[in-house]
């Protein structure tokens, strides 16, 4: 897993402690995905969102939402293991 | 079709025929209307500008929806650069008409419902995206002007739309049928009502179980069966029915507002955003605030730039331009102004792309801006009349200008710089007037107060994401509480540890 911050100026979640618990998942951990955090909506890690990253495998967290949608902040990791297992060749379940 | 020109919207306005009531009367020929008349010039101006090349950059823009460009007004943003040009055309059309000319309600409306519809038909499984898109292409393709409206009369605030004692204190549904809802209630301060083609109505405050019947978004021409307005008085606005220029101070533009009320009205459901689902209320009724207030970033920002430049010419007229304290003054004035625009800027460039598609401005700082305004315009005015003079509200009327006798003699006492005709000079106090204490005080002063909603609105909004909990553990980091002390390092390892 590939996880790009953003720079952190007023973050409303706790990036670095999300990033810990998504690592902490062997399976997240070992997948290909990548998963953009930022610490509020205006989401700048996804400005450096890469040609090379695989849309399917694509998630972008922007202080409490998820792809754009609101998602409470306990509930991101939970979320997030979502999207990625609805991805074609996604996480085993 | 293409973009419509001034006059034919003007004429598009008359063909609705709408049923308007002024000072007790039914008002058949309205667009001729003096009092309302400049209004309508305001609101024409949006369509004058763009077709204008030299203003083309702000009032233009390009649709993702019929692949064109259509006017920025009917233009669901698709950039933080798309939120910038908004505000920088809110102070362009500020500049132009020195007033409110009223279109920036339903922009920002239709922004708030582009994401609401598909926030709400991800969680419920709706069509009304479908629905509100379609609507948004029909608006762009015949460059219609949409009044955003809001505002329900509220009755007792401290009771729920359900609990009113009269139900119709909030507009809602009272008849579901196969075709569509007929709906009842009213909606207060339109501004530009009267100059609209549709109305987009959203509902005005957070719904809880049991208010299902309130929570409701929907679209309708502003000439539907039903529908009446009854036009809002505004200072001096009879100044306009004696015919002069001189003592209106602004003699062709001016904003509006009306009580709209809707007497059992008809709605398709192709027209129908939201219907019962309460939890989508408040998030609606935030988006479209937010977007609103970024926009009395730019609005009101040129509108006081005709104030600002308005007491610098009393000041030159009076023979006091090198006054130190005068200099002073117009440069609080151009602080406090270009505050606000900085306020406007900045949540437009720190918006965000929703999962819709549009971008949406920066919350916060839309609510820091429009708190902002609430006070900042009451000192750019303040400090205006201060460099106007007592003689802006003692001086003779028009009328007396005009007088064999009394002409001369007001020509003669009411003379300042011996190069500068006293016409002049009184044409440019009844302007400051007109914007601090007359017709135009309206947009500039109490609706910099509680348009987009009252100054503790914002507070609350402020409140709610001032991510305080945050700045409480960077204090506590430093101060080393509840921590054991560190040992001696450098800064950088420090660092280092909080991103990975």
């Not at chain 1, 990548?34 to 890690?45: F, L, M, N």
């Not at chain 2, 948004?136 to 219609?144: I, S």
């Not at chain 2, 002390?485 to 540890?497: D, E, I, T, V």
Request: contains cysteine; hydrophobic residues 40%; charged residues 25%.
């Amino acid at each position: 897993m590939k996880i790009v911050f953003c720079g952190g100026c007023n973050p409303t979640i706790d990036r670095t402690a999300l990033a810990a618990e998504l690592r902490a998942q062997p399976d997240l951990a070992a997948s290909e995905a990548t998963v953009y955090i930022s610490g509020c909506a205006r989401s700048c890690a996804s400005e450096h969102a890469s040609a090379r990253d695989d849309p399917e495998r694509v998630v972008v967290v922007a202080g409490e939402t998820v792809d754009g949608l609101p998602v409470p902040a306990a509930a991101l990791v939970a979320e997030i293991r979502r999207k990625l297992q609805g991805a074609a060749d996604g996480l085993d379940t | 079709m293409a973009l419509k020109t001034a006059e034919e919207f003007i004429q598009s306005i008359a063909d609705l025929h709408l049923e308007i009531y002024l000072l007790g009367e039914k008002v058949d020929d309205y667009t001729n209307h003096p009092i309302i008349r400049p209004s309508l010039n305001a609101m024409a101006m949006t369509y004058e500008l763009a077709q204008h090349p030299e203003y083309q950059d702000l009032m233009l823009a390009d649709s993702h929806l019929i692949g064109r460009k259509v006017n920025r007004f009917t233009h669901i943003h698709q950039s933080t650069e798309d939120l910038i040009k908004k505000v920088k055309m809110l102070r362009l059309l500020g500049q132009k008409t020195g007033t409110c000319f009223q279109r920036c309600v339903g922009m920002d409306a239709i922004n708030a419902l582009w994401s609401v519809t598909y926030d709400t038909d991800k969680a419920r499984g709706t069509e009304y995206h479908r629905r509100f898109r379609e609507y948004v292409t029909y608006l762009q393709e015949n460059d219609l002007v949409a009044d955003g409206a809001m505002t329900d009369p509220k009755g007792d605030r401290g009771k729920a739309p359900s609990q009113q004692d009269d139900p119709d204190l909030y507009l809602h549904v009272v008849e579901r049928r196969d075709d569509g809802i007929v709906v009842r209630g009213a909606k207060a301060h339109q501004t530009g009502a009267c100059n609209s083609h549709e109305i987009v109505v959203m509902p005005t405050i957070a719904m809880r179980e049991g208010d299902e019947d309130y929570a409701i978004a929907f679209a309708t021409p502003s000439n539907t069966p039903g529908i009446f307005y009854i036009y809002g008085r505004q200072s001096c606005d009879t100044r306009k029915l004696e015919g002069g220029t001189l003592d209106v101070g602004n003699s062709q533009f001016g904003g509006h507002e009306a009580l709209m009320v809707f007497d059992d009205v008809f709605v398709p459901w192709e027209r129908v955003f939201l219907c019962g689902e309460i939890e989508f209320a408040s998030p609606l009724v935030e988006r479209f605030a937010g977007y609103h207030r970024s926009s009395y970033g730019g609005c009101k920002v040129g509108v006081g730039d005709v104030l600002i430049g308005a007491a610098a010419v009393a000041a030159d007229y009076n023979g006091v331009a090198k006054a130190s304290h005068i200099k002073d003054k117009l440069v609080e004035m151009t602080h406090l102004n270009e505050t606000l625009f900085s306020c406007g800027i900045a949540c437009s460039c720190e918006g965000h792309k929703t999962a819709s598609g549009n971008y949406e401005i920066d919350m916060l700082l839309a609510n820091v801006c429009k708190q902002n305004v609430t006070r900042f315009p009451y000192e750019i005015a303040r400090l205006a009349e201060d460099l106007a003079g007592g003689l802006m509200v003692t001086m003779p009327a028009e009328q007396d200008l005009h007088h064999e006798k009394l002409g001369p003699v007001i020509e003669k006492y009411l003379a300042g710089r011996c190069d500068v005709p006293t016409i002049d000079r009184l044409r440019v106090l009844r302007l400051i007037e007109n914007l601090t204490l007359g017709t135009a005080a309206v947009g500039y002063r109490t609706e910099s107060l509680h348009g987009a909603g009252s100054p503790q609105a914002q507070r609350i909004m402020i409140a709610r994401q001032a991510n305080l909990e945050h700045k409480k553990e960077l204090a506590k980091e430093l101060a080393h509480v509840g921590k054991p002390l560190p040992p001696q390092r450098g800064p950088f390892s420090h660092a280092a540890k909080d991103e990975d």
